[in-house]
Nanobody, 123 residues
Framework: QVQLVESGGGLVQAGGSLRLSCAASGRTFSRYAMGWFRQAPGKEREFVAL?????????YYADSVKGRFTISRDNAKKMVYLQMNSLKPEDTAVYYC???????????????WGQGTQVTVSS
């Protein structure tokens, strides 16, 4: 069992930066691949970034955020981060972290989800 709690969202101007954090509980955190997803009003939840389990040496990004966002993990602290730079108004959404047994971009393959944190980017 893994519980996830996101933080770090807020209101930022276009071009600014935010760092989202996801705190996990549970003894098996390191064995899960971790992903970030987002959902804007009226839209489906979409993949943003993921990092593989254990070493975290593999990362994957949606094309829309590649080069601007960076996902990382600290297994000792049971934390996952999403550094978001050069933010755009279209990045506005509720951001969720999630845990999956395997590295996947498919939301339905994630077993555990946080409650989400709102990110709003003003133009």
């Amino acid at each position: 069992q893994v519980q996830l709690v996101e933080s770090g969202g807020g209101l930022v101007q276009a071009g600014g930066s935010l760092r989202l954090s996801c705190a996990a509980s549970g003894r098996t955190f390191s064995r899960y691949a971790m992903g970030w997803f987002r959902q804007a009003p009226g839209k489906e939840r979409e993949f943003v970034a993921l990092i593989n389990s254990y070493s975290g040496d593999k990362t994957y990004y949606a094309d829309s955020v590649k080069g601007r966002f960076t996902i990382s993990r600290d297994n000792a602290k049971k934390m996952v981060y999403l550094q978001m730079n050069s933010l755009k108004p279209e990045d506005t959404a509720v951001y969720y972290c999630a845990a999956s047994p395997g590295a996947t971009m498919r939301p339905h393959e994630y077993d555990y989800w946080g409650q989400g944190t709102q990110v709003t980017v003003s133009s």
